[in-house]
C-alpha cells in the first residue's frame, strides 16, 4: 500500500538556521498538506496546498514559513530562520480528495 | 472549549475489556476521522464516518456519530497491549473543508 514519506525523521538545528523538511506525497494524491505537533499537545493544520499553490493556511503559518513542490514527486515546507518555539514534530500527509487523508510518519525538529 | 475535544483524557483498562473514547465538537462538518498515535509516532488513520451516516464499523472498532449532539465515540472491542496508544478525532468542517482539526487525544493504556 503506497505511503507517504518523510526526511529526515529527526533534525537538529541552531536558532536561527533555514530548515527545509521533505515530503513525499503518495503519488496520485491531489492535496497536500503539512501538520506539527508541539510535544504532548494535538496536532494544528499548517497548511494545504492544491494545484500549485496554498488553498488553506493557518494562523501559525506566518512569512516565516514557505512550501513548494519543485518537481512532481516532493513537497517541502520551509522554515527561514527557525525560533525555538519550532521545535516539533512536523507531519506532512496527503489525499486524493479532501478527506481520508494520508499522514507521514513525520519529522522530529529540534531548534537548539 | 475547542472543536475535536475528546473525552477522558487518559484511560487504563485491563486487556480484553472494551474501551470507549469520545469526542465533541463546535461547527459542522463534512466527516469526523479518528487516529491512533504510538508514542512519538505517525498518525495511523482509524476510520472515517461521513455526517450522514451514524454509525460505521471495521474489525474492533466501533464509531458512531451523533450530529445532533456533535459528538461522537471510538469503541474498542476485546483490547490488546497493542492498543495502547493516543486516540485522536479530527473534523472536517464544512467551512474550510481542506484542514482537519485535531482535538487533545485520548491516552488509552492496556494493562496485560
Known amino acids: 500500500e503506497p505511503e507517504v514519506t518523510q526526511t529526515p525523521s529527526h533534525q537538529v538545528t541552531q536558532m536561527g538556521q533555514e530548515v527545509i523538511l521533505r515530503c513525499v506525497p503518495i503519488?496520485?494524491?491531489?492535496?497536500f498538506y503539512w501538520y506539527r505537533q508541539i510535544l504532548g499537545q494535538k496536532v494544528e493544520f499548517l497548511v494545504s496546498?492544491?494545484?500549485?499553490?496554498?488553498?488553506?493556511k493557518s494562523e501559525i503559518f506566518d512569512d516565516q514559513f514557505s512550501v513548494e513542490r519543485p518537481d512532481g514527486s516532493n513537497f517541502t515546507l520551509k522554515i527561514r530562520s527557525t525560533k525555538l518555539e519550532d521545535s516539533a514534530m512536523y507531519f506532512c500527509?496527503?489525499?486524493?480528495?479532501?478527506?481520508?487523508?494520508?499522514f507521514g510518519p513525520g519529522t522530529r525538529l529540534t531548534v537548539l | 472549549s475547542q472543536q475535536g475535544e475528546e473525552d477522558p483524557q487518559a484511560l487504563s483498562i485491563q486487556e480484553g475489556e472494551n474501551a470507549t473514547m469520545n469526542c465533541s465538537y463546535k461547527?459542522?462538518?463534512?466527516?469526523l476521522q479518528w487516529y491512533r498515535q504510538n508514542s512519538g509516532r505517525g498518525l495511523v488513520h482509524l476510520i472515517l464516518?461521513?455526517?450522514?451516516?451514524r454509525e460505521k464499523h471495521s474489525g474492533r472498532l466501533r464509531v458512531t456519530l451523533d450530529t445532533s449532539k456533535k459528538s461522537s465515540s471510538l469503541l474498542i472491542t476485546a483490547s490488546r497491549a497493542a492498543d495502547t496508544a493516543s486516540y485522536f478525532c479530527?473534523?472536517?468542517?464544512?467551512?474550510?473543508?481542506?484542514?482537519?482539526?485535531f482535538g487533545q487525544g485520548t491516552r488509552l493504556t492496556i494493562n496485560p
Open positions: 500527509a496527503s489525499s486524493y480528495q479532501t478527506y481520508a487523508t494520508n
Open positions: 503519488s496520485n494524491h491531489l492535496y
Open positions: 496546498f492544491y494545484n500549485n499553490e496554498i488553498s488553506e
Open positions: 461547527t459542522s462538518i463534512n466527516n
Open positions: 464516518i461521513r455526517s450522514n451516516e
Open positions: 479530527a473534523t472536517e468542517q464544512i467551512q474550510g473543508a481542506q484542514k482537519l482539526v
